[in-house]
C-alpha cells in the first residue's frame, strides 16, 4: 500500500504501535477503514518514522472481513483524493 507517500506492506491490518510523539501529533478523522491511510498521511506530514516488523494475518477466512474488499478498496481510495 501507498499512502502518504510511504509504501507499507499491510496498513490495514489493523496492529500498529506507536511512540509517544505519533500519539500527540496523529489525529484521526477517519473512523472507518480509511483510519490507516490517514495515520500514514499524518505519520509524512509531520516526518515521523514508519517501522515494520511482520506479522501474520489471514484475509480468506470466511466471515473475517467486515465489507467486500473491493468495495472497501474504492471506499479508501475515494476517501484520498
Given at each position: 500500500?501507498?499512502?502518504?507517500?510511504?509504501?507499507?506492506?499491510?496498513?490495514?491490518?489493523?496492529?500498529?504501535?506507536?511512540?509517544?510523539?505519533?500519539?500527540?501529533?496523529?489525529?484521526?478523522?477517519?473512523?472507518?477503514?480509511?483510519?490507516?491511510?490517514?495515520?500514514?498521511?499524518?505519520?509524512?506530514?509531520y516526518d515521523l518514522?514508519?517501522?515494520?516488523?511482520?506479522?501474520?494475518?489471514?484475509?480468506?477466512?470466511?466471515?473475517?472481513?467486515?465489507?467486500?474488499?473491493?468495495?472497501?478498496?474504492?471506499?479508501?481510495?475515494?476517501?484520498?483524493?
Open positions: 500500500m501507498l499512502a502518504g507517500n510511504i509504501k507499507t506492506t499491510d496498513s490495514q491490518s489493523g496492529y500498529q504501535a506507536y511512540s509517544r510523539k505519533a500519539i500527540e501529533k496523529i489525529r484521526i478523522t477517519n473512523h472507518d477503514m480509511g483510519a490507516g491511510s490517514e495515520i500514514l498521511t499524518q505519520v509524512k506530514n518514522k514508519v517501522v515494520e516488523t511482520p506479522i501474520t494475518v489471514r484475509y480468506d477466512i470466511d466471515g473475517t472481513l467486515a465489507k467486500n474488499p473491493w468495495r472497501h478498496g474504492v471506499d479508501v481510495l475515494g476517501e484520498q483524493i
